[in-house]
């Protein structure tokens, strides 16, 4: 068995998304083959300051080129020092770790809810759905963001050929309001239907679509984010306690769980 | 098996000096992704509890400069699920095994020391005397040479192999605590646990450990780790194994020279898990370049001036 | 003088919270290139001592991840010159001046303080209790509460001026040592001084001080004394004066937050001299944004889980 | 009066001079001409390893331009850190520090050694002596290293009209041997003549120089290193022992002092 190790590699591509999101591509990285939609990756970033790797869900991969690709947005010390890196600068990268969002059946439709910099995993879960054969047509993809200048990637959303649901606190771009609402109002309209839904964004977000998943018994996924020391399972120090008792470390037994499995 | 490297602590044969820390390595099985086991000297695991615990509620690490403070709080499955779900897969692992004994009275760690004595792959037991991370027990057993000297005897009493005793630095002479731990029979010494210490969100006004304080480990403690190992290498002929910031084999080369026979890796495996390969290569290099036959011939060495 | 920043100490009013902390400012001299001295709370002069003093041999400090370990020994020119020479300058600063006070015997910390008392320029003394870096007088001081009581009391005796006892914290337990201080009369607190410890250079096997330890210093032990800080403020009243790896204005939010009402910056100036400046104007901003109205309503405001 | 301060400034100008040696021009910084032989600049590299600044020799400056110049050698840490700095880059500079040479009278020969990577603030110094209408013929210029390849900036130094002399422990480039061998034999040959010494480098080259000094009974000055957390004078932790008691601070008493007055 080929062992998990940190590996260097480069920052090949690096786009400005603008309003602080940026589109990272590094190469190469051997175990690009092995990352799977909802996995991410632990970057380390040498400084005083910022004495942990920084957690980032895998955006999109190119395993013939051995390419993997974050989005992030600044947020504190550890992504603006992220964001510092120019082009060609080596990146030590620990994974793909974590588990994986598992594929909707073929009847079901699939309901992408993804607020802010929680977009990027579910980004790589549309695209390989498709990938694997599954109908884009019957992707509804939400995405949330407090202004227009927030949904990043529109354009890229959109040409793999899935509802882009764009919704803003201040309407200024797509509807208005909470893209929850936004979701409630497309899950009772088709209620009967069979669908999924797949979340990642900010805790509210997702303590949202938890209740609303069990509310109209519908099942999903959600990605939870937790400070990650160690990234592997072995600090403790990300754990969320779970319905059922107990802790669940999101590095390891998540980032992806079940909707009703953690007390969000 | 790197020659030169190999150590003798209490009677055990390692097979080079490098251990993964308590509480940094869970029970091994997540490491085992990154390398086998038996790459390194010995596996020291989580503290275990006569009782399962779930630890304090998160947040329970937060980053500082050039380290981190955390307050788990002991998260541990118990000693029950320790030998039914742990052992078994430890029995498969070809490295040493050190379990890391917790409890809040003298009797919970004797408990626990004897419940282990039955199982061979339990090569030794490390007695956790200075917790900084839980309100009862931890703390008190390290820092009263009384009660560190009781507890080393009621354990030994119950389990036949060697016993660890693992210091809390939070204490004004260290050296005491280590020659009662040495009175009290342990038949070496793991020091420091980690510095207690305390950050504040300043967003919230928050602690940023739920607990409030935790314990700083990570290169941040380094020289204070290295100091005590001086300190009781000065005084005390126990083994010694340090612990404390180590990240790269020169960082082992000092605690050596400071009297340590062995060391621990612990905060370092979450920045790089295989951070100990890299150090055991870094020291065979080491010795094989400075014509050095075998790392023992650095124990306390240091040309103090 | 920005509003908002004012704070009053035993009776001494301070334009701010921020000073510059005892052994990293010498006598002020040098940080005059960089500021006015009047820009600063108060100015704390490197410890005194009866005689004048060499310190240990070059070198004495050493680069440590995040912070330094150092052991000057306490040089200092000794009471007699700096009365002589360094009181005419601080004459002319528009600044409080503190002066650090240390001696091998209760007896030594007396007299420097009885000479120190006919000087109305020195507005207060501070005590050093917990020097790390001699062999004779200093640690003793600090690591017993009765020798902690006695010095306080016999300088209170002899200095009419308020008296802030600075605390080390390497003890297993900092709250006795800050009662004791308490119980002898000190007006004030500052904790903490340096955390023991030690480096090996492993190119030559040999310390990298002389003195083969010192203190660590520096962001590295923040956490540490943040714990000390507030471990002191939830057990005793007496204003506290937070020290150790302060380099940014969120830095003294935090041990504001924690208890302290007051601040020293140290370790910070040797990596930009005109750090307070900064964190003054961090502090001003703060509050304005905040529209707090004074730093003093954040002192021990952590909002403990 | 205009205080000191921490400032900003970029790295213009990046020479690789090979052999592990670079040149860095810095501009703008505006205490540029502020600076004389001898002063040193304290610069900032922020990193969990290397907290402390280090300190560079000054080696030319461009008041004009608001730049200066510094010729550092990878050693350890810093300078490796240092040495990673890209064009353009902001590097945070602490200065000018420390005392100056007093240049030589008219009528002395000036003796100047370097050793190693000392040389920087030598070349500042010839370089000012002869702006200031030293006749550059009266200037011996002894650059001692290991080999040939460690002789850098050669062409400048000759290109200044002084005698370069180099001097390499090989021979593989110049006299073979060590420098102050070659200065002592100079010094018996010229014996009688007005000459003042200036050295810096390596600290065994410094005693040589400053016993050759004693011996000769020849004035002179010599720049010396010492670690310096501060730079400033505040910290007492770069002192050396002087011949008549006491303690001197490299940084602020120094870094230049005269023959015989500290103990080496
Ligand atoms: C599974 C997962 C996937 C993620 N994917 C993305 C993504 O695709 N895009 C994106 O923009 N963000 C992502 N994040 C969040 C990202 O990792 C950063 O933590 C977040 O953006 C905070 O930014 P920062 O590091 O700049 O903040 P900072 O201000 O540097 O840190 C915020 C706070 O968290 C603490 N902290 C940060 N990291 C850690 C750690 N590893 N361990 C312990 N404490 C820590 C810091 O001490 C600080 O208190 C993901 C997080 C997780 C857990
Ligand atoms: C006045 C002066 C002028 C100098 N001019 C030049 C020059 O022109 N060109 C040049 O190449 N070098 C010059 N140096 C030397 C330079 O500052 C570096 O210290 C030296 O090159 C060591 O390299 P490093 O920092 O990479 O080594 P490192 O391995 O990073 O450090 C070497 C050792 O010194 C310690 N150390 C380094 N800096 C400090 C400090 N500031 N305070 C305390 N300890 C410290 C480190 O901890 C380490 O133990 C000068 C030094 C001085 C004092
Ligand atoms: C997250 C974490 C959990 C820890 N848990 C334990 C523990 O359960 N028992 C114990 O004896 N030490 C525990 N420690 C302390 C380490 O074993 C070690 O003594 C300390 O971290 C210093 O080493 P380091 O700086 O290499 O991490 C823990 C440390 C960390 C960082
Ligand atoms: C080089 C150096 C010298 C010091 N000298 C003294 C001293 O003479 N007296 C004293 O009470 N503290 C002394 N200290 C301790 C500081 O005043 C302060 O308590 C400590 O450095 C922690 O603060 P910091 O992390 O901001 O530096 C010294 C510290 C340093 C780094
Ligand atoms: S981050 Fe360490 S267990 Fe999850
Ligand atoms: S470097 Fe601090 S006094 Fe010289």
Chains 1, 4 share one sequence.
Request: hydrophobic share 40%; net charge positive; with cysteine.
């Amino acid at each position: 068995m080929t062992k998990l190790t940190c590996e260097d590699t480069f920052l090949i591509k690096r786009r400005d998304l603008k309003n602080n999101y940026f589109s990272y591509v590094f190469r190469p990285y051997s175990r690009a083959v092995r990352c799977k939609p909802g996995n991410f990756v632990h970057i380390r970033l040498a400084s005083s300051d910022v004495y942990f790797r920084r957690a980032m869900s895998v955006a999109s991969v190119n395993p013939d080129r051995e390419e993997i690709e974050i989005i992030f947005k600044i947020f504190g010390r550890g992504t603006a020092l992220l964001a510092g890196c120019r082009r060609h600068a080596p990146v030590n990268i620990l994974g793909p770790l974590g588990n994986a969002f598992s594929f909707p059946r073929k009847n079901e439709k699939a309901i992408i809810v993804g607020g802010g910099v929680g977009f990027p995993p579910l980004l790589f879960l549309a695209s390989e759905m498709i990938r694997k054969g599954y109908p884009p047509g019957d992707i509804e993809f939400f995405y949330g963001g407090r202004r227009s200048g927030e949904i990043v990637e529109r354009v890229r959303i959109r040409r793999l050929g899935v509802n882009l649901r764009p919704v803003t606190d201040d309407g200024s771009y797509g509807r208005k309001g909470l893209v929850t609402e936004a979701v409630e109002d497309y899950v009772r309209k088709h209620a009967g239907e069979r669908m999924r839904l797949y979340g990642c964004g900010p805790a509210a977000m997702l303590k949202a679509m938890d209740d609303l998943g069990m509310k109209y018994h519908l099942p999903g996924q959600l990605s939870l984010e937790a400070p990650m020391p160690c990234g592997i399972g072995v600090c403790l120090g990300c754990v969320v306690p779970l319905r059922k008792g107990g802790h669940a470390r999101v590095c390891r037994d998540g980032p992806v769980f079940n909707i009703g499995e953690v007390l969000l | 098996m790197t020659s030169g490297l190999n150590v003798n602590i209490a009677g055990v044969e390692f097979v080079n000096p490098i251990m993964t820390a308590s509480g940094c390595c869970g029970y091994g099985e997540e490491l085992t992704d990154f390398f086998p086991l038996s790459r390194l000297g010995a596996l020291v695991t989580k503290t275990i509890t006569i009782e399962p615990r779930l630890g304090h509620p998160p947040p329970r690490t937060a980053e500082t400069a050039s380290g981190m403070l955390n307050a788990i709080g002991l998260a541990n499955v118990g000693v029950d699920r320790f030998i039914s779900e742990k052992i078994p897969f430890l029995e498969k692992q070809k490295t040493r095994v050190i379990v890391n004994v917790g409890g809040k009275t003298i009797r919970e760690y004797a408990e626990v020391a004897a419940r282990l004595n039955d199982y061979g792959r339990v090569d030794m037991i490390e007695l956790n005397l200075g917790c900084p991370n839980v309100s009862q027990g931890g703390m008190e057993f390290g820092t009263d040479p009384r009660m560190t000297e009781r507890t080393v005897r009621e354990v030994k009493k119950v389990f036949a192999r060697p016993v660890i005793a693992k210091l809390t630095p939070n204490v004004t002479d260290i050296t005491r605590i280590a020659l009662a731990a040495e009175q009290g029979g342990a038949d070496a010494l793991s020091l420091i646990n980690s510095v207690v210490g305390m950050t504040v969100d300043v967003d919230t006004w928050r602690p940023t450990l739920t607990f409030n304080r935790g314990g700083l480990t990570g290169p941040a403690i380094k020289p204070i780790a290295l100091a005590r190992v001086y300190a009781v290498y000065e005084r005390c002929r126990l083994p010694l194994i340090g612990v404390g910031g180590i990240s790269t084999y020169r960082d082992v080369l000092e605690f050596f020279l400071c009297g340590a026979t062995a060391v621990q890796v612990g905060t370092a495996l979450f920045v790089e898990p295989d951070a100990p390969l890299r150090i055991i290569k870094g020291l065979a290099d080491y010795i094989k370049t400075k014509k050095i036959d075998h790392v023992s011939e650095m124990v306390g060495k240091v040309r103090k001036y």
